[in-house]
């Protein structure tokens, strides 16, 4: 095989990413239709080279994300549409489940097929001779339809070991139907890494024209390294979700596999540069997730380059290298243990200036931006995913300080007028036996005028939201713009305080976009209170709105 003649020898490793349909099957992950979008919004900038969205034919919500895919400024990858073969005894064509995969209208189909003869037997209940025409009918539905297809061999290391010549009849079954791409599946996990050596040779072997590579499970805790010496033989394809989110023990976990091939095996695999946005990219994934971020995750966790220095602490002062097994900044990773990601001076600097904020001039306005921000996190305050809340405390610092940077900054207004001041306000929470039913009195303050407004909702947040609007929405009309697209609890647990604390991230849309703000507080009401409250003034902010407080 050479470069010339199209074959494998020049393919680059192809990161396939699988968080939204195989990493979703996670229990406690439940992504909205946004969430998912923001999901692959965020793996795109990142750069992987194939995101795949979901199961078309099977809920719709992953119909709805793939009529709604095409909304994404796609920069680096290709979107996927996942199924199953065609119905056995029946046509691919007609056929209504390849239909719906079909109109969800991606540039790759990956079609999962049986390669397990237990499998064609037991679940699929008919013979091995028709699942094999179910997998090269189906893949050739796809092809004539021009698509490009990859087949996932569900179980097929499992069908391997009991049946090889099946197994790889399989795969030449989706070889004669089109398929580009065979991806070897360790469905229940359970493979260790010599194992997949020897198969993934095998394979490779018998199909030098196809990309080949592998889908792995962490049932054994080898998802990665599987993934790794699968690559080591010359696979070209690893599919892996974020965090390793999936089923059981998860799937691979892309980021790790990503770090270590471009780090330890000189493999290009993101866009230059796009490796250090890694950790900021699993963090971001987690908070769209709601999930808590493992401070332990290999490459990206908050602990994963963090020495607990004690007698060491001199000597990792002077050779850091000497105590990490590589340079924690390669991956936006960071040394030492810090009270969160984006509590680095210059992190802080470097978000502010995305934002037309200059704070780099001014060092005195900077550190007071810094401390702020720390006292925040402190509080639990995660402003990863909620870069509105981070931009209104840095405008909020900057505005408090007369005469600062602020006044001489370009652009926008680099300080804030405050759009509304609250007085207070009351929640009746009512349990009945008809329905549940909330009422909210809010009290504003807009200058000299004083606002009073009455809400009512099915719950406590709902009605402080209808009162909020409600007091405002003549005063300032962009609210009818406005509204709310997500709300999200979390309970932490007593990290400074000794008592619980709740996080609310709350989502708020506009005709040009969304955006997110976080509140904290020992009180669900109070946490929601704050998000709500500065959803609306960013969104006010966004829109230019005229502030009625006087400064
Ligand atoms: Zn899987």
Redesign the pocket.
Known sequence: MNAADGSRADLSVEMYD?TLR?GSQQVGLDLTVEDKLRVAAALDALGVDVVEGGWPGSNPKDKEFFARAGELPWRNAQLAAFGATRRPNRSADGDPDLETLLVANTPIVTLVGKAWTLHVDEALRTTREENLAMIADSARFFVRAGRRLVFDAEHFFDGYAADRGYALACLSAAAEGGADTLAL?D?NGGTLPEEIVTVVRDVLGRFPGLRVGV?C?NDSACAVANSLVAVGEGATHVQGAANGY?ERCG?ADLFAVIAGLELKRNHELLPPGRLGALAATAREIAELANLPFDAKQPYVGSSAFATKAGLHASAIARRPDAYSHVNPERVGNRAHVLVSELAGRSNVLVKAAEMGLDLSSDPALATAVLEEIKAAEHRGYAFEAADASFELLVRRVIGGRPGSEAERMPGREAGIPEWFELEGYRVVIEKSAGADRSEAIVRLLLGEQRVVAVGEGVGPVHALDQALRKALSELYPELANIHLVDYKVRILDGRAATSAVTRVMLTSADHQGEWTTVGVSDDIVTASWEALADGISYGLLRAGAEALVPA
């Open positions: 699988t195989d599946c469905t889908h499970h999936g799937n």
